[in-house]
Antibody, heavy 125, light 106 residues
Framework: QVQLQESGPGLVEPSGTLSLTCSVS??????????WGWLRQPPGKGLEWIAS???????YYNPALKSGVSISVDTSRNHFSLRLNSVTAADTAVYYC?????????????????WGQGTVVTVSS | DIQMTQSPSTLAASVGDRVTITCRAG??????LAWYQQKSGKAPKLLIY???NLASGVPSRFSGRGSGTDFTLTISSLQPDDFATYYC????????FGQGTKVEIK
């Protein structure tokens, strides 16, 4: 059974860089049937998709957030990562990584069928 | 981006009730819509994809309908485990979520 686990610092200083990694276990990140994505949820608010990546390295970003956001995949380590530059308090949120099943959608747009437990990131000095 | 509007924002219901949540898209999204259930402090769980397809392991009391701009999620007989917040997600153009509907105990 595929499981996802987020890791990274829980506290980031304003104007700094947020870096998170999602480790995939129980399956290969190189499977052609899936994309891999990052989402976030500010305290008490709804969900926001940030970016997605395919094992080939193709990337897709939320147009509203694209500036300063970078997603990458490391197939040798079976994980994918997120970097968010120049963070502010507005970037404080629970960050989730998730798997996207290609059979649920089309092109690079899919539903998220498996989620990590989430990691809390606070932007504060 | 495509705006998703859910109604109601909060819904109070009793065990055994039939519950319906509505999601409206700002433009047509065909049937590229998913529904998720989220409990406090937990990650969302996929319930429905492609508007009406039940995700693996999801009880049959959950069902989804709709196409174009108007969609519904129905729980045919509310169970104690169903009190949670529900989100819709469009994935026709990138991905955006509704603001959520909290199902509370009446």
């Amino acid at each position: 059974q595929v499981q996802l686990q987020e890791s990274g610092p829980g506290l980031v200083e304003p104007s700094g860089t947020l870096s998170l990694t999602c480790s995939v276990s129980g399956g290969s990140i190189s499977s052609p049937g899936y994309y891999w994505g990052w989402l976030r949820q500010p305290p008490g608010k709804g969900l926001e998709w940030i970016a997605s990546v395919y094992y080939s390295g193709s990337t897709y970003y939320n147009p509203a957030l694209k500036s300063g956001v970078s997603i990458s995949v490391d197939t040798s380590r079976n994980h994918f990562s997120l970097r968010l530059n120049s963070v502010t308090a507005a970037d404080t949120a629970v960050y989730y990584c998730a798997r996207e099943d290609r059979s649920t959608g089309y092109l690079f747009n899919h539903a998220f069928d498996i989620w990590g437990q989430g990691t809390v990131v606070t932007v504060s000095s | 981006d495509i705006q998703m509007t859910q109604s109601p924002s909060t819904l109070a219901a009793s065990v055994g009730d039939r519950v319906t949540i509505t999601c409206r898209a700002g433009q047509s999204i065909s049937r590229w819509l998913a529904w998720y259930q989220q409990k406090s402090g937990k990650a969302p769980k996929l319930l429905i994809y492609k508007a009406s397809n039940l995700a693996s392991g999801v009880p049959s009391r959950f069902s989804g309908r709709g196409s174009g701009t108007d969609f519904t999620l129905t729980i045919s007989s509310l169970q104690p485990d169903d009190f949670a917040t529900y989100y819709c997600q469009q994935y026709d153009t990138y991905s955006t979520f509704g603001q959520g509907t909290k199902v509370e105990i009446k």
